[in-house]
């Protein structure tokens, strides 16, 4: 009877050591199971982000020169415009000029508004600027997480033998900064000093 009675033990000691790991087991899965999750959500948004950084960057660089190609268009028809009041001065045909001297004006405005165009499409690089600062942050998060699911993993408080250094420094940025959605002309701009 007492065989009887120390296997009995002997069972109950193991089921109780079978349900004491397999509620450790549970306890560290709710453990990772929520920095994966977050992983699986922020890694595709860095990239999203990255991707959005080389789009905008050869938007505005396409755009610059766009209108660098205008610009210089315009210059040689000014140019030409120039060598036409020449003309028509030697020729004396003064109603010629004025017409000649408005659309050159006009020319040279165009320059003026394409040059704020180019100033304005220059200003990418502090959008993608924070763009790139939000991808990192999302990358230094998904950094630490993946530190506490090996910690998880491994059982002790730093399972590599490394402490993750938190060197990320302070960003600030703004996560919808977007160059396509921007749309200033100079005209706009103009209307803000007139109003002074």
Not at 46 to 63: G, N, P, V
Not at 74 to 93: A, C, P, S, W, Y
Not at 122 to 147: N, P, Y
Request: proline share 2%; charged share 30%.
């Amino acid at each position: 009877m007492s065989e009887v009675i120390n296997l009995q033990d002997k069972i109950k000691t193991e089921l109780l050591d079978i349900s004491s790991a397999i509620n450790e087991i549970v306890e560290s899965y709710k453990k990772l199971h929520s920095p994966l999750i977050e992983t699986k959500e922020n890694v595709p948004k860095a990239t999203e982000q990255l991707d959005k950084i080389s789009e905008q960057t050869e938007a505005a660089t396409h755009r610059m020169l766009d209108t660098a190609e205008l610009i210089t268009q315009r210059e040689d028809e000014v140019i030409t415009g120039l060598n036409k009041i020449k003309q028509f001065v030697q020729d004396k045909e003064y109603n010629s000029i004025n017409e000649q001297c408005d659309e050159l004006a006009q020319k040279a405005s165009d320059n003026s508004n394409d040059a704020f165009v180019i100033m304005d499409a220059l200003q990418f690089q502090d959008i993608t600027s924070q763009q790139i600062d939000h991808a990192v942050v999302l990358l230094e998060e998904l950094g630490l997480k993946l530190h506490k699911i090996l910690t998880v993993i491994g059982g002790s408080e730093h399972a590599d033998g490394n402490q993750p250094t938190n060197s990320s420094k302070k960003r600030a940025f703004d996560p919808h900064a977007d160059l396509f959605d921007k749309k200033t002309d100079q005209t706009a701009i103009d209307s803000m000093f007139s109003k002074k």
